[in-house]
């Protein structure tokens, strides 16, 4: 099934200077000395589109006006394009500050058209703009549609009926004969489909039938599809000069959704990012801040990243205000393919333990959250190291560093041997313990730290195990008088 979703930013404009998600500041763009776009708090204060620059400042003397930037609209565009890449590897650039998504292929992996659109939108806020969807099985008509202030077809005479009731000025071709079709009475799309077409492309020219007939499916299309880099770097100037690590999350959470399309169209998997957060440059000039975040676990989509820089963000004590950001991805390898088992694995995956203990380490810092490391040592209080859980063990490692199988060892051991007593030449501990495995002798240590100890799985009157160790005298001698230590317990 073939389905197109048309994305309109109908306030680029403004956006790239005020985002959705910044302060609702009194701001106005201005092309030609024109009021282009306003803000909801100049739109209150008396400054509407059309208005020039005189009158909006004596609306509201307090406005901030920009001059339209083109650069800024179209470095913006291609941010969303960028993020949209996470929905389908096929989005194309169209006029208008409109994007064309073919989405045929990405219905089933998303659930459906309706979550997509609604997957669409919460990116688009994430990203700080405003949106408008059209969908329809050709893309020029979804562009129509997202043009005419939304709309959804799925069928081609669902569609056909749909462009009937469209002005005729959303198309680019018969913008200049406007005034003509208006005095003939042709004020919708539906109304110069029906002028005989000789005398419509002698009056308007080939350009209005080919729009026509691309939207209605009866014309091949062309597209400038939107290509990612190899490498990713995303940057964002900030709208002001900013010390609140929020807005700062909302900036950062922009780059995320660049990263999020990046790393789905490539097939590929973070390890390590860095935002940089740029600071005031000339004379005043410092360094930027660098925020670096470890993966355990490569990730390719952005929820888990967003809650780990989110705790770093919180952290964090900002030197200096910051104008913009800088995101990348120095570390990356190919995207793991998903699990082929067929019922979940009990108490989560690998993966979904790994994000839980990056979250305690961006939360805690990473001193406190250690993991087991084993270490080329007989003596059992010094077989075991503990590190950060960030450190990546090997498995073959850890596996060459544990001692040659043996007897069964408790998984805790107790802070500090506690001694025992021995009562009619058994060692007692609530009960008296009976030996129950075989003696298993370490030797280790020098240089005043040599062990030299027996130990036994004992077993109480209750059914509970104990590991103890007997001290072996010095010159072999295993008379009873002997002392014993409780070392571990058994579950």
């Known amino acids: 099934m073939r389905l197109w979703i048309g994305l309109h930013l109908p306030r680029l404009p403004l956006e790239v200077f005020c985002p959705s998600w910044s302060a609702d500041t009194c701001t106005a763009v201005l092309e030609k000395e024109v009021v282009l ?21 004596m609306m509201a ?7 339209r930037a083109p650069a800024r609209e179209e470095e913006a565009l291609h941010a969303v394009a960028m993020a949209m890449l996470q ?18 292929a990405s219905l089933r992996l998303f659930g459906g058209i309706l979550r997509l659109c609604a997957r669409v939108r919460a990116s688009l806020r994430a990203l700080g703009f405003t949106g408008v969807l059209g969908v329809a099985p ?31 000025g959303l198309l680019p071709p018969a913008r ?39 939207a209605l499916g009866q014309a091949p299309e062309m597209f400038r599809w939107i290509e990612a880099p190899l490498n990713f770097q995303a ?52 360094p930027p801040t660098a925020v670096e975040i470890l993966l355990a676990e490569a990730v390719w989509n952005d929820d888990h990243l967003v809650r780990l820089l989110k705790e770093r963000l919180a952290k964090l004590v900002l030197e200096a205000p910051v104008i913009g950001l800088c995101l990348e991805a120095p570390e990356v390898k190919p995207m793991a393919p998903l699990s082929d088992s067929l019922f979940p694995e009990p108490g989560g995956t690998n993966e979904d333990r790994q994000r839980l203990f990056e979250l305690l380490v961006a939360r805690l810092g990473a001193d406190n959250v250690l993991q087991a490391a084993p270490k080329a040592d007989y003596r059992p209080e010094h077989a075991n190291s503990w590190v950060p859980v960030q450190e990546k063990l090997r498995p073959a490692d850890v596996v060459a560093q544990l001692p040659p199988g043996g007897m069964p060892r408790p998984a805790w051991l107790l802070p500090k041997p506690i001694p025992l007593l021995v009562r009619n030449h058994r060692p007692f501990y609530c009960s008296p313990l009976r030996m129950v495995s075989a003696a298993e002798r370490i030797e280790a240590g020098w240089w005043g730290e040599t062990q030299t100890r027996d130990y036994f799985i004992a077993q109480g009157e209750d059914n509970a195990h104990y590991w103890v160790y007997r001290e072996r005298l010095p ?8 002392r014993w230590y ?6």
């Open 37 to 57: 776009a306003v803000s909801p708090a100049a739109r209150r204060a008396g400054v509407l589109p059309g208005m020039r620059r005189g009158g909006a400042l």
């Open 61 to 67: 003397p307090e406005a901030t006006l920009q001059e």
């Open 87 to 104: 929905f389908t590897p096929q989005v194309a650039e169209g006029e208008e500050a409109t994007l064309l998504m073919d989405v045929g």
């Open 138 to 168: 050709t893309a020029r008509s979804a562009w129509l549609l997202a043009r005419g202030g939304a709309g959804r077809t799925l069928t081609i005479a669902r569609m056909e009926r749909r462009l009937q009731g469209l002005p005729v």
């Open 176 to 214: 200049p004969y406007l005034a003509w079709l208006e005095g003939i009475g042709c004020l919708s799309v539906g109304d110069v489909t029906r002028l005989p077409r000789p005398g419509l492309q002698r009056r308007c020219g080939a350009a209005l039938l080919e729009m026509l007939d691309a």
């Open 235 to 286: 940057k964002l100037e900030l709208f002001d000069r900013v010390d609140n690590t929020d807005l700062l999350m909302a900036g950062a959470g922009r780059l995320l959704q660049q990263l999020t399309g990046w790393l789905n169209v490539r097939q590929l998997a973070v390890e390590r990012i860095v935002l940089r957060l740029e600071h005031e440059r000339g004379r005043v000039a410092r």
């Open 475 to 482: 010159g072999g001698s295993e008379d009873m008088e002997a």
């Open 486 to 491: 409780l070392h571990g317990l058994f579950g």
